[in-house]
């Protein structure tokens, strides 16, 4: 992925708004968005630090220069995310980072944040994906209540928080065009799945924030908003939100009760593989099963430990 010059990872997907590809992890997996106003450059999401770089040449490859960059808005702190925050706020001295306020903390002192994802992915998976986490002084950093509106020039971007993935999550949506950005509030999916009858999308739940009725109201939320198109992180672009967000709300009530019948991680992870095969079937899909075990096995795990960890938690409230 290193080796694809930055402006062949750059697309444009809807009036001044460009998805880039991150690679992280591999190609179409991970992007950040740019929106561009005239002479002014805002980035929703980094990326993780090797994106950096990369990122910044492909903004230059729209005549502008980095130095454009006002602002980043990050949907939340996870670090497939945010991971690159440090790095890239210590390169554009001017911009501003804007994150919901749950966020903030995170991306200024990233150590508590950092102790957790090594707990979950490991230490082998953290230093080679991730490097060191960079802080990003208070001063530059704003937090961004629901219902924050936004300047870039001319144009103006509403955020609007959904929680369910993560307690600090936050959608934007651009009025000039009508795209929302979803970081991960709106599922996930591969275009490598997509199919005749659309795509593949399921609900992302990793340790240690899931709240299935929070992340309902999320998708409605969104849905709201009357997307012209849904821009989630992994990865693509969602142009049939009503269709999309039904499958994700069928995925988060079979995911609870798969959860509530499961006698152990290990079973509730094959229990959620199973759901996916389950609906490729349906679509007549059998062959393509292989490669959504390949393409879903990291997900399988995270979306497991999150839900089992809520269910651990659920259990001790009662
Ligand atoms: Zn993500």
């Not at 999401?45 to 980043?72: K, Q, W, Y």
């Not at 002192?109 to 994802?117: A, Q």
């Not at 928080?161 to 999550?169: F, W």
């Amino acid at each position: 992925m290193e080796e694809t010059p930055a402006d062949k990872r750059l697309q444009q997907v809807a009036n001044g708004v460009y998805r880039f590809d991150t690679g992280y992890i591999r190609p179409r997996h991970t992007a950040c968005y740019i929106i561009r106003a005239e002479d002014r450059v805002a980035i929703v999401d980094c990326g993780v630090n090797a994106t950096i770089e990369p990122l910044l040449e492909a903004v230059e490859t729209l005549g502008v220069t980095r130095h454009a960059i006002e602002s980043l808005i990050a949907t939340h702190a996870h670090l497939d995310h945010a991971g690159g925050g440090g790095r890239l706020m210590a390169a554009i001295p001017q911009a501003t980072l804007y994150a919901h306020p749950s966020a903030t903390r995170h991306l200024i002192d990233p150590g508590k944040l950092e102790k957790g994802v090594r707990a979950v992915y490991g230490d082998t998976f953290f230093d080679r994906e991730y490097g060191a986490l960079e802080p990003v002084s208070s001063e530059r950093v704003v937090a961004t209540p629901d219902q924050t509106t936004l300047k870039l020039g001319q144009r103006v971007l509403d955020v609007v928080h959904t929680p369910g993935h993560a307690r600090h999550h936050q959608a934007i949506r651009d009025r000039q065009t009508s795209v929302v950005f979803a970081g991960d509030a709106f599922g996930v999916g591969y275009p490598e799945l997509d199919g005749p009858e659309g795509r593949l999308f399921v609900p992302e739940t990793p340790p240690n924030q899931f709240d299935p009725e929070a992340m309902h109201a999320s998708i409605d939320r969104i849905l709201a908003l009357t997307p012209a198109r849904i821009l989630p992180t992994h990865y693509g672009n969602v142009d049939k939100p009503a269709s999309v967000a039904y499958q994700l709300h069928r995925f988060v009530d079979a995911y609870v009760e798969c959860c509530m019948q499961a006698d152990s991680l290990e079973s509730l992870q094959q229990a959620i593989m199973k759901l996916y095969e389950q609906e490729l079937r349906r679509r007549g899909r059998r062959d393509d099963i292989p490669l959504m075990r390949d393409y879903y096995s990291m997900d399988t795990n995270l979306v497991a430990q999150g839900l089992w960890d809520w269910r651990l938690k659920d259990a001790r409230q009662r």
